[in-house]
DNA sequence: GTTAGCGCTACTATTTTTGTAGCAAAAGTA
DNA sequence: TACTTTTGCTACAAAAATAGTAGCGCTAAC
């Protein structure tokens, strides 16, 4: 799967809207789990995969290459880590977690 | 796939915290999307099918199905359309709406 | 120089998603 | 009333994404 570039196609829209983009990239599988656990400190590829427990190596590679191709997240001495961008994204995200908890109440 | 519940184990957490649900959910492919697009008006399944281009009608069904035992959208008279849970989600995406037209300009 | 940990890659199996066709029920039309 | 159209899907096969397992080349420590 190619990483989604807003202005080109991407899943939802053809014409590559920046939030179909967006959504395309978070929406995959992992994507956003990824972000969550690097919000802390930076990790490792192995650290990675042992927070996001069922991942695979295959999909976790994938999905780092497009964060990084995405300027979400780059490559350091201590570890995969959030760019400016990725912790903004990040910020946004942080609401759905409180949310999320409240949202269990109804199940 | 059966619908993530909060609770019970997810993709991301076997213990199913209600942010690695929500994640599960909402990183299935045009979850996000779709909700986007009942921002404004409920829409029926052929509408749905024409502003997602590219979804096949067994995924729509599926998403729709999934949407729905998550307490995200309702069925009605009009077509699909948002409940509260959906619409208090939508609020927080919305964010990222904004946030991606700025992101656009690294490309 | 052996051991241990790390970041992956290779490969196959399984699961998701697509793409296309079409059906049964409802709704409009004459 | 009969006929056409639209709608909400289901069925099915092909394609694509993801998982699962193994292990390789590298670095660093002992």
């Given at each position: ?34 972000i969550?656990n ?8 192995r ?61």
């Amino acid at each position: 799967m190619s990483t989604p570039i807003p202005g080109s196609p991407v899943r939802g829209s053809k014409s590559g809207q920046p939030i179909m983009a967006l959504f395309d990239l978070l929406g995959r599988s992992w994507a956003m789990g990824i972000i969550w656990n690097l919000a802390d400190r930076p990790k490792t590829f192995r650290q990675l995969q042992a927070v996001c427990e069922s991942v695979s190596p295959t999909t976790l590679n994938t999905r780092l290459k497009e964060l990084k191709d995405s300027y979400m997240i780059e490559r350091t001495d201590s570890g995969y880590q959030l760019t400016d961008s990725g912790r903004e994204v990040l910020e946004l995200l942080k609401p759905l977690g409180k949310w999320a908890k409240h949202w269990s109440n109804k199940f």
